[in-house]
């Protein structure tokens, strides 16, 4: 089943910089809290399995992800490259603090992925939003869930 883009009207736009190329668009997903890579997912179906993480049980799998960043060690360019292969990994993210964990595992994942906004996307972006990430142009577009 295909999720289709909602009516663009009342679109908010967050101005950033690029990490890894490209465009994309889908369903937000967003947490607060960091995601740890080595230990903190299964790269296999793209679910959180960090215990006590607000998204355990959670599949990132074709959505925006929208979190703080990476924590633990550098097992997540390993974990994130998994979810590549067996395309279980998020459409592009947006994220607020840069760490080398989390530059390799866009770098690995070969999706769009975003930093150093303009507005905090956690205080702009909520689960179910429709996002459209423009990395080469630095852009995203918001669409609020149940506006249109």
């Known amino acids: 089943m295909s ?5 663009r009207n009342d679109v908010i736009v967050l101005h950033g910089r690029k990490v890894t190329p490209g465009v994309a668009e889908g369903e937000a997903l ?9 230990g903190g997912i299964n790269s296999m ?17 074709d959505k925006i992800l929208v ?10 360019s390993g974990a994130f490259h ?5 395309k279980t990994a998020p459409k592009a993210m947006l994220f607020t603090v840069m760490t080398t964990k989390i530059a390799l595992g866009a770098v690995v994942m070969r999706i ?6 303009d507005r905090d996307p956690l205080a702009v972006i909520e689960t179910g939003d429709w996002v459209k990430v423009d990395a080469d142009r630095g852009i995203v577009e918001v669409t609020k869930k149940g506006r249109g």
């Open 30 to 38: 967003v947490t607060h809290q960091t995601i740890s890579g080595w």
């Open 67 to 76: 979190f703080p960043g990476a924590k633990g060690s550098s097992g997540w």
């Open 112 to 117: 769009p992925t975003m930093t150093d906004f």
């Open 3 to 7: 999720v289709e883009a909602p009516p």
């Open 45 to 61: 179906t793209g679910t959180v399995i960090e215990t006590r993480h607000e998204l355990k049980g959670v599949s990132f799998k």
């Open 82 to 86: 998994t979810t590549r292969l067996s």
